[in-house]
Each structure stands twice: as structure tokens, then as C-alpha cells.
């Protein structure tokens, strides 16, 4: 009979655990697979930024005109003719959910997902280059921020899989073909920010074309806890089992180029891509684990520290759009865009938004979004030649956006809020012979923009 998450006994199971051990060679992932799931987390996005991006849904590469719209596509800055500084404050909260069980992990967090400043500098030329545009800014690309606790049964055993390689960890632990039950803590934090400094210029009113280059900062601080429980008692009555304790951190720094174009063949039509390019730089993983078990027996090994250095590459981005205008009441955008990543599969994304004026200095914003894998990555390796034990892989599968916006642009102020709807389905392994936890995360998240143009 299938146990609550609270009342497995995870406090009695400690305090008489018979046997605590470091792991000195539990080994988790072979080197293909290790950076595969390394590479494939620290290549996720989410559509954040200004109000006015957010609100449209990211669909904004053939419109432009917004500082977070250059992430995608930077001649978008094209078309500013004066300057412009925003700032954005925001605020998410998240709930994550196992499919299935009354598992509920609720998160929230004080966001600042950009800070821009764009410099505009006519030419009075009568025809050929308009403006030459600037951009100087902040902007965070993505957010680790999640708790998840989920649990099972009945599910091949991570003793079992160590068993099969084998594997020596100098010690004895449970190695029964199914556990009775099983749970795993995972807590995530951290983010992927990005510096830009971004170059576009108009020329005719219809031809965009812009430059970019930006520094990546990049952390993800995960801490996992599985355990699985046996139906064999030990000599003194007690449930064998297995607990597999991790931290792991990944750091890291990238600088990426990018290039766009926006094209307006019609007055009433704009064509925009962009693309930027994989980045340099590095990825710095730092491991720690411990492997503990209940067994008949007692054996002790020491606690082990370990550190993997590798070239990381963020993923190549394509971005492409269309975008109608409708007089000066509005415009609506259609946008698809690509992302291809090292030893990892390939992210496709559609996008949709709109922007009503209603009056003059008032728009309203409405947009859609949907990405997905398509072809979904697979859960990491274990590997005997490794001193790395976070044998879990967490892999998203597709994520929806709902959004709506609303703001007012003056002779002077700038002010949108915006509200956007995120569910995404992900799979969590504790290991790749168990069966995934089927994860969905609700996220609702408010983003207020401020700001101050001159005339």
C-alpha cells in the first residue's frame, strides 16, 4: 500500500540507520552523458523581460522597438529615434506538482529581469542612414528556482542499477531488483543572466539592420535526496535501504555575437530574423555526495569533494517573424523560433502577440507561447570511472505562456504592468533505470516596467 509523503518513517529511518558513508567512487555520469544533462539545464529560457515583451509573449523580433526584444533579434533598436532607459521589477511564485499525488511545493521570488538604457543618435541625412541606436543593458534570460518532492513505488533500484555495472564503493548496500517505495527532494536555485551591448541602424525607415555581443553569467545550485526502502528486514527488524545524498553547483561565464534584420517591404508588413551565435566560455561543476544504506552489515568509506572543469557552449538561437500593422491601432506578430544545443535536443518555440491602441499613449498587450522539445533528451548514465553521484536528471518536456499587458507611454514616463501564466511539464529520473516522476510547475508571474524617454 502506497505511503504519504510525511509518514514514510524518514526520521525513525535516520536516527537508527545502522550505516552513514561518504562515497568515495559512486560514480554517476559518464562524460557524454554527465555534460549532456549539464548542458541541456544551463541552455534553458524562459520569456522574461520588460512588461511590453512579456505581455506580448516574446513575439516581438519583427517589431522591435523594446530593449528585451533584442535578445532575439538586435535590429529591433532600429527603430528608436530618441533615448530611452527602463527598468523592470518583477515577482513569480511557483507551485510544482507530481502528477497523480498529493505532492505540493510552493516557491516565490522578488525578480529584476532587466535594466536598459538606449542611446539614439540621428544623422539628418536625407536619404540612406537615419539612426545609428545604442543599447546598454541588463537582462535576466532565466530563473532556477524550484522544489520538488515526489515519491513512488515498485520502481527498479538504484542499488540494483550500481549492482549491474558493478560498481565499488568499498561497502554494502541493498541490491533488490524493485523498491517497495521510494521519494525524492530535489531544491534548485539560480539563474542565466546576460550583459548586452547591442548596435542597429535605420536606414530609410525600411531596412533594420542591428549587432550585438553579450557576456553570460551563469549558476545552478541543486541539492538532491533519494531513498528507497526494501521489503527485507535486516537482523534487528529494520527495513533495508538505500539514500543517496547530493549537492551539486554549476558555474560559469560565456560571451555570445549576434546579428538581425527587419525588413518593411509594405508599410503595413515587417519580416524580422535573428540569430546568436553558441558561446565561449566555460562551465565549472563542483560535486558532492554521500551514499548511506541499511544493511546487515557495517563498512565505512570517507566523504569525497569533486570537481569537473569543461568547455560549455550556450545554445545557437534563430529566431524568425512576421508582423502586421494595422494603421496606428495595433499590431499583431507571429514568431518561430530554434534553439540547438551540444549533446542535447533541439528546443522549437511558437509564439504569437498582439498590441492594441486604444487611444493614443495606452496599449494593450495579449500573447501565447508554446515550446517543446519534440524529441526529448534521455536521463544520464551511470559510469565506474566518475566520482560523481547526482544520479538524477531532470529534463523539461514543453511549456506553455499565457500573457496580458497594459501600459501608458507619455511625453516623457513610461509605465506597463504585465501578467504572465507559465505551466510546464517536466520528467524527473532519480536514476535512468527508475521510471520518471511526472513533474508540472504553475508559475504566475507580475513584472511592473518604468521608465523615462526624452522628447
Keep these: ?26 560514480c554517476a ?43 532575439d533579434n538586435p535590429a529591433g533598436l532600429g527603430l528608436y529615434r530618441r533615448f530611452e532607459a527602463l527598468l523592470t521589477l518583477g515577482d513569480a ?52 528556482s524550484r522544489l520538488i518532492k515526489a515519491y513512488g513505488t515498485d520502481d527498479p533500484s538504484l542499488g540494483a542499477l550500481m549492482d ?29 543572466d546576460e550583459y548586452a551591448f547591442d548596435y542597429a541602424m535605420n536606414i530609410n525607415d525600411q531596412w533594420y539592420v542591428g549587432l550585438g555581443m553579450q557576456i553570460q553569467s551563469y549558476l545552478l545550485s541543486s541539492k538532491g535526496d533519494y531513498y528507497e526502502q526494501f521489503a527485507r528486514l535486516s537482523a534487528d527488524g ?34 524580422g530574423a535573428g540569430i546568436q551565435t553558441p558561446s565561449l566560455g566555460g562551465l565549472r561543476t563542483s560535486s558532492y555526495g554521500k551514499f548511506s544504506s541499511q544493511t546487515d552489515t557495517l563498512l565505512y568509506s570517507d566523504i ?26 495595433g499590431l499583431l506578430s507571429l514568431q518561430y523560433d530554434y534553439r540547438h544545443g551540444k549533446a542535447q535536443a533541439d528546443v522549437h518555440s511558437l509564439r504569437t502577440g498582439i498590441e492594441i491602441i486604444p487611444v493614443m499613449g495606452l496599449y494593450i498587450n495579449a500573447g501565447y507561447a508554446f ?23 531532470l529534463l523539461p518536456r514543453w511549456s506553455q505562456y499565457a500573457s496580458a499587458a497594459i501600459g501608458y507611454r507619455g511625453k516623457h514616463f513610461i509605465g506597463q504592468v504585465a501578467y504572465q501564466y507559465r505551466w510546464q511539464r517536466v520528467d524527473l529520473f532519480a536514476h535512468e533505470a527508475a521510471e520518471p516522476y511526472d513533474i508540472l510547475t504553475n508559475t504566475h508571474r507580475i513584472v511592473v516596467t518604468i521608465g523615462w524617454h526624452s522628447d
Design 1 to 26: 500500500m502506497k505511503q504519504s509523503y510525511n509518514d514514510r518513517g524518514l526520521t525513525a529511518k535516520r536516527s537508527c540507520r545502522l550505516l552513514a558513508v561518504g562515497l568515495t567512487a559512486l
Design 29 to 71: 555520469v559518464s562524460a557524454p552523458a554527465l555534460f549532456a544533462q549539464d548542458f541541456a539545464r544551463m541552455g534553458e529560457r524562459s520569456i522574461m523581460g520588460t512588461a511590453r515583451y512579456v505581455g506580448m509573449g516574446g513575439a516581438m523580433t519583427a517589431i522591435g522597438a523594446d530593449p528585451s526584444a533584442a535578445q
Design 93 to 144: 511564485f511557483d507551485r510544482t506538482l507530481q502528477s497523480g499525488q498529493a505532492v505540493s511545493c510552493q516557491t516565490n521570488r522578488f525578480e529584476m529581469p532587466q535594466a536598459s538604457a538606449v542611446f539614439s543618435f540621428p544623422t539628418y541625412a536625407g536619404s540612406g542612414v537615419q539612426f545609428h541606436n545604442f543599447l546598454v543593458s541588463y537582462r535576466r534570460l532565466h530563473s532556477y
Design 164 to 192: 549491474s555495472y558493478p560498481i565499488n564503493i568499498g561497502m554494502a548496500y541493498a541490491i533488490d531488483p524493485l523498491n517497495r517505495n521510494n521519494q525524492m527532494t530535489l531544491t534548485e536555485s539560480g539563474y542565466v
Design 238 to 271: 529494520k527495513y533495508f535501504d538505500n539514500e543517496n545524498e547530493t549537492d551539486l553547483i554549476l558555474s560559469g561565464a560565456g560571451c555570445t555575437f549576434s546579428a538581425g534584420l527587419i525588413y518593411r517591404p509594405l508599410s503595413w508588413l515587417r519580416l
Design 304 to 329: 569525497d569533494d569533486s570537481f569537473y572543469d569543461n568547455t560549455f557552449h550556450m545554445p545557437l538561437h534563430l529566431s524568425t517573424s512576421v508582423a502586421f500593422q494595422v494603421g496606428g491601432y
Design 371 to 393: 515550446e517543446s522539445t519534440f524529441k526529448p533528451n534521455k536521463p544520464a548514465l551511470l559510469d565506474s570511472s566518475f566520482v560523481r553521484q547526482d544520479t538524477y536528471t
